[in-house]
């Protein structure tokens, strides 16, 4: 495995940063979570506009544009002979020293690493997943924005590490206020009387895969509307599922226990899975 670390492409075991690097130190940086399927890399530009985003949000100069950034990102498939993989552009404060102040880190770290990948959650696309509502609230906007996709992801892992306890496949997030909020690493959506309902995207993440499904759903003359919700909306659902780069669109079917719809992967989840399966095969920047 080739890494991209600064401008080099280094084999994985001489890839390495600094302990002092206030990524490793204290969460400090940003990243994506992209995918590339047949020699073309899905939805790029909105990757790189989200990681360029997060970081001006944290005050992170990306010391390289966001053209060698993509050049750099298919560069690291080339020289890894990957044509279908899931890559991870970083970018950390850099190398300071102890304490927090940023100012003590002159130069950012770039790293990035692509690695191949299959479905997320192998045969549970087609059975469906077991989600849990989790005690661990989702970060509110006024404290650690969940729209920087920033390295502290502790939040997250708390909450999966809750549902690993509680036998999900998924955690499913509310935020401080009671509404509905986000899975541990993806969008959710509530399907009810044919009618997709998803949370506005100010307590969770501006998914990309969410864009993309949302484009589908218009396509498919699917109505979408963004409101908040409660736990009525997840029990009482006809379906639901969840969508993100990694997951791409993921129906679950048991949430706390009660079945959702007739516990089994609903049509609409299953027309967007299609349609979204068709998005990634027509659409993106080839590696070559």
Same mark, same amino acid.
């Given at each position: 495995?080739?890494?991209?670390?600064?401008?080099?492409?280094?084999?994985?075991?001489?890839?390495?940063?600094?302990?002092?690097?206030?990524?490793?130190?204290?969460?400090?940086?940003?990243?994506?979570?992209?995918?590339?399927?047949?020699?073309?890399?899905?939805?790029?530009?909105?990757?790189?506009?989200?990681?360029?985003?997060?970081?001006?949000? @944290?005050?992170?100069?990306?010391? @390289?544009?966001?053209?060698?950034?993509?050049?750099?990102?298919?560069?690291?498939?080339?020289?890894?002979?990957?044509?279908?993989?899931?890559?991870?552009?970083?970018?950390?404060?850099?190398?300071?020293?102890?304490?927090?102040?940023?100012?003590?880190?002159?130069?950012?770290?770039? @790293?990035?690493?692509?690695?191949?990948?299959?479905?997320?959650?192998?045969?549970?696309?087609?059975?469906?997943?077991?989600?849990?509502?989790?005690?661990?609230?989702?970060?509110?906007?006024?404290?650690?924005?969940?729209?920087?996709?920033?390295?502290?992801?502790?939040?997250?892992?708390?909450?999966?590490?809750?549902?690993?306890?509680k036998g999900g496949d998924e955690a499913i997030f509310f935020d401080t206020n009671g509404y509905l909020s986000e899975g541990s690493g993806d969008n959710i959506y509530v399907v009810k009387n044919g009618v997709i309902v998803t949370p506005p995207t100010l307590n969770n993440l501006r998914g990309v895969t969410r864009l993309v499904v949302l484009e589908c759903a218009a396509d498919l003359g699917i109505t979408v509307l963004?409101?908040?919700?409660?736990?009525?909306?997840?029990?009482?659902?006809?379906?639901?599922?969840?969508?993100?780069?990694?997951?791409?669109?993921?129906?679950?079917?048991?949430?706390?226990?009660?079945?959702?719809?007739?516990?089994?992967?609903?049509?609409?989840?299953?027309?967007?899975? $299609?349609?979204?399966?068709?998005?990634?095969?027509? $659409?993106?920047?080839?590696?070559?």
């Amino acid at each position: 495995m080739i890494i991209y670390l600064d401008g080099a492409f280094l084999p994985k075991e001489e890839a390495k940063v600094s302990v002092f690097d206030h990524g490793l130190l204290y969460g400090d940086g940003v990243f994506e979570g992209v995918r590339a399927y047949n020699g073309r890399i899905f939805r790029l530009e909105e990757h790189l506009d989200r990681l360029y985003d997060s970081a001006k949000t @944290i005050d992170l100069a990306v010391p @390289i544009t966001k053209a060698e950034m993509a050049e750099a990102i298919a560069e690291t498939l080339r020289r890894n002979n990957l044509r279908d993989a899931y890559i991870r552009p970083i970018v950390t404060r850099g190398i300071g020293d102890l304490g927090l102040d940023p100012r003590k880190c002159p130069k950012p770290t770039v @790293i990035i690493i692509a690695v191949e990948w299959g479905a997320m959650y192998g045969d549970l696309y087609e059975k469906g997943l077991t989600g849990v509502t989790v005690s661990i609230r989702r970060n509110p906007a006024d404290a650690l924005p969940p729209n920087v996709k920033s390295l502290n992801y502790l939040n997250n892992i708390l909450a999966k590490i809750e549902a690993n306890y509680k036998g999900g496949d998924e955690a499913i997030f509310f935020d401080t206020n009671g509404y509905l909020s986000e899975g541990s690493g993806d969008n959710i959506y509530v399907v009810k009387n044919g009618v997709i309902v998803t949370p506005p995207t100010l307590n969770n993440l501006r998914g990309v895969t969410r864009l993309v499904v949302l484009e589908c759903a218009a396509d498919l003359g699917i109505t979408v509307l963004e409101r908040n919700m409660g736990y009525f909306d997840l029990y009482s659902a006809d379906e639901v599922f969840v969508t993100g780069t990694a997951a791409e669109v993921a129906p679950i079917v048991v949430i706390d226990g009660r079945s959702i719809g007739n516990g089994r992967p609903g049509p609409i989840t299953r027309q967007l899975t $299609s349609a979204f399966k068709t998005a990634t095969e027509q $659409s993106g920047k080839p590696i070559n």
